[in-house]
């Protein structure tokens, strides 16, 4: 555990700051022989991931390295940290030191977004994508007014975003009632209720709905890897992108997210092609500030696409 330990120590040595952020990401497979270890902060909590059952030595280690450098993580607040482990499907999670806050936030660029990090797997809110709410806040600002499609919303971060960002309306588009009721109140933390929209739908039932709501700017695509029922990347991202040029307006953009290992670049690429040959790939987004990878090809996939402004077929651009 000497990375993760020499991790604690490095952020306690910067100026402390209020954003959430990962701390330490084994699975990145940076530090060999601790893969199974992620460190996230969400202030005024710390949340510990384990990828396999953690000793009570192991944790007790931690336990002890956030305790000593909490003044400088967390100033003035005390010791609260969450210890998570997911054994394969299984997934137990439990409050080690302090109290959680209620209500609890993880906070980014000004935005704040409901977390509830003993929940489950998902708390609300993913750290990964960072780089692509970046990407979005930027692109949005030189598009005022622009309408996008926020397909797999979860809780609607992207949404958030991109209204704060200029966007004149969202159509979150998730099968879960539950998640979008937290994108509700994630609007209105943030301010923009206007011109967001929620739809309990299952999107291979609901093609027809979704094409005569647009065309759209901006469609935003980041499924799960693997949700029996709900998609299956190897089979459904063929299905979403051969009808992805029917909802972009010409010179619209769009963001596919592949977020599974076990698929590389080449695959999203490859159906790109086969399914969407007009829309030009124009590049890939760098990796989030704290998820480096030793195999890009494992790591969070984030592709942006544009449709064409002209009528012509397009060949997909190499980045």
């Known amino acids: 555990m000497h990375a993760l330990l020499q991790a604690i120590a490095r952020a306690a040595s910067q100026p402390p700051s209020g954003d959430a952020r990962r701390l330490f990401h084994g699975r990145g497979g940076v530090h060999s022989g601790e893969e199974a270890w992620t460190l996230d902060l969400f202030p005024p909590v710390a949340l510990l991931t384990s990828h396999r059952p953690a000793t009570d030595t192991e944790l007790a280690t931690v336990g002890e390295a956030l305790a000593a450098h909490w003044p400088a993580l967390v100033p003035g607040r005390p010791l609260c940290w969450v210890h998570q482990c997911r054994d394969g499907l299984q997934v137990q999670t439990g409050l080690m030191a302090g109290a959680l806050p209620d209500p609890h936030h993880a906070v980014e660029a000004d935005a704040r977004f409901e977390l509830q990090l003993l929940r489950g797997r998902n708390h609300g809110f993913f750290l990964d994508m960072a780089e692509g709410r970046r990407w979005l806040r930027e692109h949005l600002v030189t598009r005022p007014g622009a309408r996008v499609l926020n397909l797999f919303a979860y809780t609607c971060a992207f949404s958030v975003v991109a209204l704060q960002a200029g966007a004149a309306e969202v159509i979150n588009l998730d099968m879960s009632p539950g998640a979008l009721a937290t994108g509700r109140r994630n609007h209105a933390l943030n301010g923009v209720e206007a011109g967001a929209r929620f739809w309990a739908h ?69 159906v790109l092609v086969a399914e969407a040959p007009a829309l030009r790939l124009l590049q890939r987004l760098p990796q989030s500030r704290g998820f480096e990878d030793v195999d890009l090809d494992r790591a969070l996939k984030a592709l942006v696409v544009q449709c064409p402004a002209g009528d012509g077929q397009a060949s997909p651009a190499e980045v």
């Not at 299952?202 to 709501?213: C, E, G, M, Q, T």
């Not at 709900?230 to 991202?237: I, L, R």
């Not at 979403?240 to 599974?260: F, I, S, Y």
Request: with cysteine; aromatic share 10%.
């Open 202 to 270: 299952d999107l291979f039932a609901s093609w027809a709905k979704v094409r005569r709501a647009g065309p759209f700017d901006l469609v935003i695509v980041d499924p799960p890897s693997y949700q029996k029922g709900s998609f299956v990347a190897t089979k459904d991202w063929a299905r979403v992108l051969r009808r992805l040029p029917d909802l972009l307006a010409p010179d619209g953009h769009a963001l596919l997210c592949l977020n599974a290992p076990e698929l590389p670049e080449a695959f999203l690429r490859e």
